[in-house]
């Protein structure tokens, strides 16, 4: 049953869309947009700072046209730079040959996250023309890798979206799916070219970024409201540990998806951790506290950079809906929260909130004290329980013992019983055994005179036998 209460860091569902309503998850970075929006915003401001020129402002109309032939020309370059990469602008035909149709079909067997399955296919003389395409792609994109960050990343978007564009007849999963395994071909190779570019800030951001989370090493798990399991549930162990692991793990990763999906494990671990709690079911407030947490806990290398990489890098789906975007836009949430911490969102007063960072104060002492305290209670109640089952079970064991000792003895007093009866059978046996066989002797012989008297008898009877002579 939810609760009725306010607690921890209050963030509603609206906040999390996109400011345009289009039903997809904005993000902090994009100004509250989500990643289409915010680039065709973009392009509409570029175009409109173009486009709106002062007409009377003294300039000279030679280098107010020479400004225009510039523009020109640079736009000029950079379509004949997309054609390059992906040959003439217009979609591709939809009347393809038999090799290539029967290619088409060979994608859509595709198991989910087979990477090795799409690169043999990919390889294959029949695919030659998608593996032209991509190879053509890196190959430019590494020989003009000193393009700016932004410039480099509205190529890969539109190689992205050009490339789909073979698989229109495919469902919407199985173009998502494709496109994935392009996501990790191109962006494995690309990741040393373009991952914090010299073009943008993103290092100096990163250490910012790191100072300020090791500055505030002292906000404790009781400040952010996180629900801590119950202390009877546990052994000693963070419960929030495995998230801390897979959140640090990111930076290790290659291709968006793979850092996106450390950003879920993450995420789901710090679910698991909530729903250890024996008090109330994990809600979306609890979750982004759990974050925050992780992030202050853990403070990942290269944070802002990794997040940066999967913005202007990744497939657009996968940061505007689903799991994913959900997971992303709460830890881009949890990051400008903490770049935005004061003492209020701690209820703390000011004077508190700057005595904490001067280290003039020190919370996180008495708490971890406390926390030392209740962990060793714990354990001597642990123990204490652990023994007293120990002295039952013996006590239950000697009981046993007893049992089967006496069970025993009962069973030799009677098998010696049986044993004292059957010597005693054998012994008079043994005793009558003489006499009986005299007298049966004695009755044999008289048997025999019997016998012996009769056959005389009968012979005398019988008389001399009459012959024929």
Not at 424 to 444: I, M, N, R, V, Y
């Amino acid at each position: 049953m939810w609760t009725d209460k306010q607690r921890g860091i209050r963030v509603s569902q609206e906040e999390l869309l996109c400011k345009n309503a289009c039903g997809y998850y904005g993000n902090p970075v994009w100004q509250g947009f989500c990643s289409k929006c915010w680039r065709e915003r973009a392009r509409t401001a570029g175009a409109t700072r173009q486009d709106a020129r002062p007409s009377n402002d003294g300039t000279p109309v030679t280098f107010s046209k020479f400004e225009e032939k510039k523009s020109t020309e640079k736009s000029r370059r950079i379509n004949t730079m997309r054609r390059l990469f992906w040959g003439s602008p217009s979609p591709p035909k939809r009347q393809e040959s038999e090799s290539f149709t029967n290619v088409l079909k060979a994608y859509q067997t595709l198991e989910p996250g087979d990477f090795t399955g799409f690169l043999k296919i990919l390889r294959s003389p029949s695919s030659q023309r998608l593996q032209s395409r991509c190879t053509a792609f890196l190959n430019t994109v590494e020989a003009y890798h000193d393009l700016p960050v932004q410039k480099q990343s509205d190529l890969v978007q539109d190689f992205y979206q050009s490339f789909a564009e073979y698989f229109s007849s495919f469902t919407e999963a199985q173009v998502t799916q494709i496109m994935e395994h392009v996501e990790k071909l191109i962006m494995t190779r690309l990741h040393k070219w373009v991952f914090c570019h010299d073009s943008c800030d993103d290092e100096q951001k990163d250490l910012a970024l790191q100072r300020r989370i090791r500055s505030l090493n002292w906000v404790t798990p009781q400040m952010l409201s996180v629900p801590f399991p119950d202390k009877k549930t546990t052994v000693t162990s963070d419960p929030f540990l495995p998230a801390i692991t897979a959140i640090i793990e990111m930076d290790a990763k290659r291709a968006p998806q793979d850092k996106l999906a450390c950003v879920s494990k993450c995420s789901q671990h710090v679910f698991e951790a909530l729903s250890t709690s024996n008090t109330e079911p994990a809600n979306a407030d609890d979750f982004l506290s759990g974050l925050i947490y992780v992030v202050l806990k853990a403070n990942p290398p290269r944070l802002h950079s990794n997040m940066q990489y999967v913005i202007r890098f990744g497939l657009p789906h996968s940061l505007m809906a689903g799991e994913s975007g959900y997971y992303f836009t709460n830890l881009s949430c949890a990051v400008a929260f903490i770049e935005k911490l004061d003492g209020p969102a701690l209820s703390l007063s000011p004077e508190e909130f700057e005595g904490y960072m001067l280290r003039q104060r020190a919370p996180s002492e008495g708490s971890k004290r406390k926390e030392v305290a209740s962990d060793t209670q714990h354990l001597l109640d642990e123990l204490q329980g652990r023994q007293e089952k120990l002295d039952q079970g013996m006590d239950a064991l000697n009981v046993q013992l007893q049992k089967w000792v006496q069970a025993v003895h009962s069973q030799l007093d009677e098998a010696s019983a049986q044993l004292a009866l059957v010597q005693k059978e054998l012994t008079a046996q043994a005793e009558l055994s003489p006499g009986f066989s005299s007298s049966s002797d004695d009755a044999s012989m008289q048997g025999d005179d019997k016998d012996q008297s009769l056959l005389e008898l009968k012979d005398l009877n019988a008389g001399p036998k009459d012959t024929d002579c």
